[in-house]
């Protein structure tokens, strides 16, 4: 474990989030929103992070534990997938190996390094194993919203220690390859019961291909259908006279997306695509992710006693 701190540690930033407000004055000024973590991949000074440490910034700061303080470029950030990218300039930076995540099995030893909780002195590392593989979790989603975010699948949960500060932050191995970002922790269960020594890490192997893309372009294309919609439930399912047992209702299709144009609308049940039951709300999201632009899906809907067969073309995500 020393061994493990000694060689990554190093790497492991500190990233402050700038924002500005207004004062009673109303005149403008910057303000640290938030604090997380990042670390640094290649001798370019590129910095892989998670999109919620930088969201909304006006600037962006990065602290090294070997005590430089330097300002930050944003090169891209992608929402879905809550990963983003920066870059910082400066001599002789020390840099992290990304590894592999294919070849981690439940057991394996992991360490966790990352700001938790903004303390002063650098990054703290804990220690823990993988403690399940392939997760899908949906991410908080913004209070005035009211929704949940974006799904994240294939995740690393592990019970070393993730604290508030921690996002962003390297997931390790034994022979110091960074195998994950750390991204959430669980807070509590569905029926609100308190959750311990549960956190999940991004696997590199889909850290590695976005970070390629945010850096080679400023964004990443994701297929896009173009709904709002929420898990089906026996009360709606009997509200709206529907049969299905499993699957989504829409509550909302964007006008010219390609659900729109198939001839799906709000109140339908999607309950199969290509032939498959969605058995949960994460599962079509799933299918999507996986997808590719111009990829047709055929969707098998319920509209009130009705089931009907649509075939929806996706489309590249709008910016």
């Known amino acids: 474990m020393r061994e493990v701190s000694q060689l990554v540690r190093p790497a492991v930033v500190q990233v402050t989030n700038q924002q500005t407000v207004l004062d009673r004055l109303n005149q403008p000024f910057s303000v ?8 640094i991949y290649d001798d370019q000074g590129h910095i892989l992070t998670n999109n919620h440490v930088i969201e909304g910034a006006r600037s962006l700061q990065v602290a090294l534990p070997d005590g430089r303080s330097l300002a930050a470029t944003l090169v891209g950030a992608d929402e879905q997938t809550d990963l983003a990218v920066l870059q910082v300039s400066g001599d002789n930076l020390p ?3 990304l590894g592999s995540s294919a ?3 439940v057991g394996d030893w992991v360490v966790a390094i990352g700001n938790a909780l903004g303390l002063t002195g650098g990054p703290t590392v804990t220690a823990g194993v993988v403690s ?4 899908t979790v949906q991410e908080p989603g913004s209070s005035l919203s009211g ?6 699948f ?3 949960q592990t019970d070393a220690s993730i604290n508030p500060g921690n996002s962003g932050g390297p997931l390790v191995n034994l022979a110091g390859d960074v195998i994950g970002i750390n991204t959430l922790v669980a807070g509590q269960s569905d029926f609100g019961v308190p959750a311990q020594g549960i956190g999940f890490a991004i696997a590199v192997d889909a850290a590695k291909p976005i970070a ?11 297929p896009f259908m173009g709904i ?7 009360t709606l399912a009997a509200r709206l006279g529907i049969s299905a047992t499993h699957g989504v209702i829409i509550t909302e299709v964007l006008t010219g997306s390609p659900a729109g144009v198939a001839g799906v609308q709000p109140r339908d049940a999607i309950v199969t695509i290509n032939g498959n039951d969605l058995q949960d709300d994460s599962a079509l999201a799933q299918i999507v992710d996986k997808a590719k632009v111009g990829d047709t899906l055929t969707l098998g809907v319920q509209r009130g006693s009705q089931s009907l067969s649509l075939q929806a073309t996706l489309a590249p995500a709008p910016s």
């Not at 390629?212 to 994701?222: I, N, P």
């Open 212 to 222: 390629d893309q945010l850096v080679s372009t400023g964004r990443v294309v994701h």
């Open 95 to 97: 840099v992290a190996r």
């Open 228 to 234: 709002h919609y929420v898990a089906l439930t026996p």
């Open 132 to 135: 399940a593989l392939g997760r």
């Open 103 to 105: 070849q981690l099995e």
């Open 147 to 152: 929704s949940g975010g974006p799904f994240l």
């Open 154 to 156: 294939d995740l690393i």
């Open 32 to 39: 640290p929103a938030g604090v997380g973590s990042g670390v």
